[in-house]
């Protein structure tokens, strides 16, 4: 008889817009694969490093701690490194990584400073010693310089937690006060030196698991994730974070009691039992690996499957809102006019009506979402009065190799402020509710961008994200960049965390819509200039 363990698998702020996001399914038996699409950099724990004892005093434990307490990180870069994403400086993106933990806590503070100790003033090394010694977190990126490798570890000594990236391999890593032992094997997972705490030395190793997992995923979303699960772990409760773990037993007994025939018949469906091997393959917060599982091997045994066990019964007892930060303005004029609720919905219909689509998606700052190439929007009014819908048509490629159609169906309502909506979709049987702002579009229609933030409530996942769109799949032009980077800012994104959209070989897209829909109310889509084809 197969062991059966139920495990959530969230990502916090990163979903797929439109897409069930990381699915937190059924899964068989308990192994993960390591799954990175960029060539990866060794980090500081593939190498292997001096064991002692350590000195810290581990204090409270997080149960007692005031999740309030403010959490200091001192990021520490090499002088002119250069990160994978997209080739922004580490630096860059430590920045930019300082300011997105701001969203999940205000309390999350970190101070970000290049490793040329030795050209500093005084009163910058005074500063980053000051810092030091309150410390909770020191981040080590790409440090090699010998000099400063000695400076930090004359004055790291008492910092609870240091994790290094790319670094000399002097420098000693350490969680919740315990430093790291590397096994001979060259792969990124690590034990403590402590084994006469058996629990305590496996919850560590499924801490840096996940850790050095989602670092080497390199986009934006998981380096902050990374730096979260140390503060959840070690320092005090991340309340996002809450639902990465499920609830045991009590979630096997609700599926049992309410879901018994569709957990039979999903186990008994190729298909879907196909998906849970699948899933049980990927680390839970490899949104990558899990929603190409999903994608891949989508049958009605899966959605009836997760509707019950999911969105009906909340086997899992999960919870998640829509992120209410960043806050995103929308545009409030379009070719000199006051956008109005109209306007803005015609500005989604975009250029459906001249072409068979109304965008198609250039880029996103979403790694799951934008794995998918061709990926064609269409948004339309409805037969009944009022009504608006969005639906995706994209492809996947499958686990087995074949590329496949996929389509989604979201049902669109008005916002209170012209440019916003709420999006609502029902995908492999979980409900995902989303906020929708049309932050641009150029008066040509020559591109646009969309920035969206939602949650799949019973899955305790939330996200957001924004997506770049164009007639033909094609990047604006060099003349645009400036408003397109204008807009990006607008977002809180940089142009270095979008994800480029394969638009190379899309034949035959499932296109169309409803009979008895209709498109544009003002803007006429004979108006619109330029061939775009």
Not at 292 to 298: D, P, T, W
Request: aromatic residues 10%.
């Amino acid at each position: 008889m197969t062991s059966i363990k139920v495990l959530p698998s969230t990502l916090l702020d990163s979903g797929t817009p439109g897409f069930y996001p990381t699915h937190p399914f059924l899964q068989i038996g308990c192994s993960h694969r390591n799954t990175t699409h960029i060539t990866k950099i060794r980090s500081n724990f593939s190498r292997k490093t001096t064991i002692r004892a350590t000195n810290t005093t581990i204090t409270r434990g997080l149960e007692s701690q005031d999740i309030n307490e403010r959490v200091k990180i001192v990021g520490i870069v090499g002088e002119g490194s250069v990160s994978p994403l997209n080739s922004a400086s580490w630096y860059d993106v430590m920045l930019h990584t300082a300011k997105r933990l701001k969203w999940v806590d205000d309390g999350f503070e970190m101070l970000v400073f290049i490793d040329n100790i030795e050209k500093s003033s005084d009163q910058t090394v005074e500063t980053l010693t000051k810092e030091l010694h309150y410390a909770n977190i020191l981040v080590l990126i790409s440090v090699t310089n010998e000099e400063s490798v000695k400076w930090i570890q004359q004055n790291s000594q008492n910092i609870p937690n240091i994790v290094c990236f790319e670094s000399s391999p002097a420098i000693s890593n350490k969680l919740g006060g315990s430093f790291i032992q590397r096994q001979t094997r060259g792969d990124i997972f690590s034990k403590l030196s402590e084994i006469s705490q058996p629990k305590k030395v496996y919850e560590s190793e499924e801490v840096v698991k996940t850790i050095y997992e989602a670092w080497d995923r390199y986009n934006s979303d998981d380096i902050r994730f990374s730096l979260l699960v140390i503060i959840n772990a070690y320092i005090r409760p991340v309340s996002i974070l809450k639902n990465l773990r499920a609830q045991g037993f009590s979630t096997l007994s609700c599926m049992v009691k309410n879901c018994g025939p569709q957990v039979l018949n999903c186990l008994l469906d190729p298909n879907c039992r196909k998906a849970l091997q699948c899933l049980n393959q990927c680390s839970p917060v490899d949104q990558v690996c899990n929603y190409q599982c999903i994608a891949s091997y989508e049958s009605p045994a899966l959605e009836e499957f997760s509707l019950c066990v999911l969105q009906k019964n909340n086997c899992l007892e999960l919870e998640a809102k829509i992120p209410e930060k960043p806050y995103v303005p929308p545009m409030n004029r379009f070719r000199g006019k006051d956008l109005s609720h109209e306007i803005a919905e015609d500005l989604f219909v975009g250029w459906l009506g001249n072409l068979d689509w109304s965008w198609r998606v250039v880029a996103g700052q979403n790694p799951a979402y934008d794995q998918f190439p061709c990926q064609y929007q269409l948004f339309y009014r409805g037969k009944a009065k009022g009504s608006f819908w969005y639906e995706p048509v994209f492809q996947v490629k499958t686990i087995d190799g074949e590329l496949v159609w996929r389509r989604r169906k979201y049902r669109v309502k008005r916002s209170k402020v012209p440019g916003t909506f709420n999006f609502s979709v029902l995908d492999n049987g979980v409900v995902s509710n989303e906020f929708w702002t049309i932050v641009d579009v150029a008066a040509d229609f020559s591109w646009g961008l969309f920035h969206y933030s939602g949650a799949a409530r019973v899955a305790g996942q939330s996200y957001t994200g924004a997506v770049l769109v164009s007639p033909n799949g094609e990047y604006p032009n060099e003349r645009e960049r400036g408003e397109l980077v204008s807009a990006l800012d607008r977002c809180h994104i940089k142009e270095w965390e979008l994800f480029d959209v394969d638009n190379c070989s899309c034949k035959d897209p499932p296109l169309g819509i409803p009979q008895g829909s209709s498109l544009h109310k003002i803007i006429k889509v004979e108006d619109l200039k330029g061939s775009f084809k």
